[in-house]
């Protein structure tokens, strides 16, 4: 079976400093996997890397059997591979309806109709569903700069789930959202995915929510891949412990908590 | 050869010209990321202030050598007035709006001042011929060229000297390229900036104040200079690299060299010459010869 | 079918054009000639909301005109549409060429680099002698296949043909907002990377636009030529074009009536000023401008909006 995402020797650096290197990963369908490293381990990178907005200094990238690299990050997103932001890019100034109807007109086509209205009540109907999906429906006519942070981080993903990708990389889902209301978003980010099948890649920093929600870990230290396998293996890593995590983790609170 | 005398002097007198212009526009937007639409006023009311002050003072018949003094003086106050006026006064209260806004703040700020020129000197020509031919003339191979072109040159060497050695080798200067190269971090770091603002504001229009008055005794000063003056200036600092001062001075001589040899071999492309020369260097080179690399961000 | 909005509309043009017949000439001149700035204007308002400010519509407001005026003078036509058509076209061609680079442009280099193409255009035809240097030339009064009534002392042509094309693109920029390309425009001023990431190229969008303003400015420019009946290289320079980002901000770019009604408003407030006093005019538009960056930054339109939202509560 050949993989759906595919990286061989993919490495990224700037001048003299190396960002990647040697990152070798295959993504099946469905998978979920979660992402670790310290900042600048490389994982943004990896993700910039494979959506096209940053091109690799050498390696491949293969999406579906076929060699994606050089091609821009809306070439990437109509093959079906989507992502969402550290810091959620959004229309800020926009509501929350207006930002998925636009989402949803580029997404059907990337030739935008000249005439036919933005606004139609099949697309407000899609927005509603998706956005209840996520739930944040509550929020739908909001002006988005107004908007808490968690919402804005759901409201990214939700965005990038309209195109229905194969797979989707989550830079970071749960950055600049609060501790306790960590869980709830992730559990509706998943459950709104699974709907669709898609693979998911997630950078995580929190070792609870990695061990909760990912079945597979990829774990990054200076710019190359640590460790990659089941996640409660990978956590049990000896390197992995030191390099990564810097701190000897409890396995049998954390498998507490990702049977919880 | 004798061609290619007048385009290389020409040239280059031109290019001292486009430099001393350019120079405080492009330390303004450098520091303040202000494009500064009002910089060719200040030249205008620079060349004013110049002409009428100098026809007073030849009038009163005082030492005519003086004159070249008297100048500077002028540029000098009127830059300081109408700097502070401007920046203290208004800009200050604009900081921290997008750049595109600030060059409509700064078009709304040149109409005000263009009827303010009209309203404070007329709108009849002013002429202030005396220290231009109080040098002569310099004959070389057949050709005739003005000494006080010749001083030009020399005057503007000195600026840009002072220019680049304060911006260098200078406390000071340092300072002033810490904030261009990052004013956040600039300020985390103690610099106060607020009051480099207001010095760098009144240094570029000082300069662009001085630009005018020196060129006033070879030109007849009348409405409109200004404007003329502003979109060459913008050229040559798009050219070299916006808040480039060095760029400017590149941009300055790619500009004057190529109208120079534009009016003397094909003078019907004098004015197209400049900006396709503007837009062939941006077609390579976006952001100009020696911009400030800016981080893309996401 | 026409629905209730597309009817008050249609009845609104009738009766302007109707009115024309009495109105004394100055005032429908002044109208015509507002309405040529306000189409202008209308294509400045599509960059506009983009987030795109262009210091060089002026290029195709001249153009436009030019192109008017040198295809009466040497093909000695004065067909109405055929002078639209070839004005539109003008402005099509020159600007998909130019657009190709402008639409890599962002802020002010945008600003700076239109500015420098139109003064490109201003450069040249101030040194072409068979186009009249600085001076310009005249261009001959226009007729619809040898209709061209006389109202009040002047061919009220002109400003049907204003009415019509106002109302008109009026209509068409109007949908076009509402449509996903329209609405593209603000999805690009507000986060291209998002833009790019949902699959669509923001230089092609904005390059579309770009065209797209540049024909609604050589029409304005043509419907000038047409009724002052005199051209010349100023159309091109950049204080021209600042005029026209004047009018854009001074209006608002909420709404499509804004920039033509705006237009009609700011040649109104400059013949009466020009009488008063000629030498503070500039002064006056300085003020205004900067009055409105700081206490309306949404333009005169946005008071509308706030009038109609203080009528509700």
Known sequence: MTALLETRDLAKSFGAVTAAADINVKINAGEIVGVIGSNGAGKTTFINMVTGYMKPTSGDILFDGKNIIGRKPREVMRKGMCRSFQVAQLFPELTVLENILIAQAMAESKTLSFFSALHTNKREQNARALLDDYEILEYVDEVVSTLPQGVRKLLDIAMAMI???????????????AIEDKFDLM????????????????????????????????????????????TKEVLRDENVQTLVIGHHLDMDELEGTANA | MNLALAVLVDGVVYSSWLFLIAAGLTLIYGVMKILNMAHG??????????????????????????????????????????????????????????????????????????????????????FAYQPYTLLGRTKISSLSFANYDFMLIAVTAVVAFILWWSLNRTKAGKILQSVIHDR???????????????????????????????????????????????????????????????????????????????????????????YGVMGLVLAFRPQGLFAIASARKI | MLNKNSLILLVLAVALILIGLVMPYWFSFLVTVALGKGLVVLGLVILMRAGLVSFGQ??????????????????????????LAVAMLAGLVISSVVGLLLSRYRDIFFAMFSMAFSMILYGVLV?????????????????????????????????????ILAFVFGAIIWRYFKSPMGVAGEAIRENEIRVEYLGVSVQKVIYIKYIMAAVLASTGGAITAMTVGHIDPEMAY?????????????????????????????????????????YTWQMILGITLLAIIIFLPKGLWSLKDKLMKGAKS
């Open chain 3, 58 to 83: 002026g290029l195709y407001y001249c153009a436009g005109a030019y192109a008017v005026g040198a295809f009466s003078h040497f093909v000695e036509t004065d067909n109405v549409i055929l002078l």
């Open chain 3, 238 to 278: 950049w204080t021209t074009s600042g005029e026209f980002v004047f009018i854009a901000l001074m209006a608002g770019t909420g709404h499509v009536a804004a920039p033509l009604l705006g237009a009609v408003i700011f040649e109104l407030l400059r013949s009466f000023a020009f009488q008063v006093s000629p």
């Open chain 3, 127 to 163: 040194k072409s002698a068979e186009l009249g240097s600085s001076d310009g030339f005249n261009v001959t009064s226009p007729s619809l296949f040898g209709f061209a009534p006389e109202v009040n002392g002047g061919s009220i042509l002109s400003y049907w043909v204003a009415i």
């Open chain 1, 187 to 230: 559990t509706t980010v998943m459950a709104a995915v699974k709907k669709s099948g898609a693979a998911v890649l997630f950078v995580e920093h929190d070792m609870d929510v990695i061990a909760r929600y990912s079945t597979r870990l990829l774990a990054f230290y200076d710019g190359r891949i640590l460790a990659d396998g089941p």
């Open chain 2, 41 to 126: 006023s200040f030249y205008a009311i620079g060349a004013y202030s110049g002409a009428s002050l100098i026809g007073v003072y030849f009038a009163g018949g005082n030492p005519p050598w003086a004159s070249y003094l008297l100048l500077i003086g002028v540029a000098m106050v009127a830059g300081l007035i109408v700097g502070l006026l401007i920046e203290r006064g208004f800009l200050r209260f604009m900081y921290g709006r997008d750049e595109v806004v600030m060059i409509l703040v700064t078009y709304g700020i040149l109409l005000i001042l263009e009827d303010t020129i009209k309203l404070l000197w007329g709108v009849d020509p002013y």
């Open chain 2, 184 to 274: 956040e971090i600039a300020g985390a770091l103690g610099v106060n900036v607020t009051k480099i603002f207001t010095i760098t504001f009144v240094i570029g229009a000082f300069l662009g104040a001085f630009a005018g008055a020196m060129t006033a005794p070879g030109i007849s000063v009348v409405p409109g200079i200004g404007i003329e003056v502003i979109i060459l200036a913008f050229a040559v600092v798009v050219i070299g690299g916006l808040g480039s001062v060095g760029g400017a001075f590149v941009g300055a001589l790619i500009v004057g060299l190529s109208r120079a040899l534009s009016v003397h071999l094909y003078p019907d492309g004098e004015l197209f010459v400049i």
């Open chain 1, 163 to 177: 195109s229905q990708p194969k797979v989707l990389l989550l830079d970071e889902p749960t950055s600049g959202v």
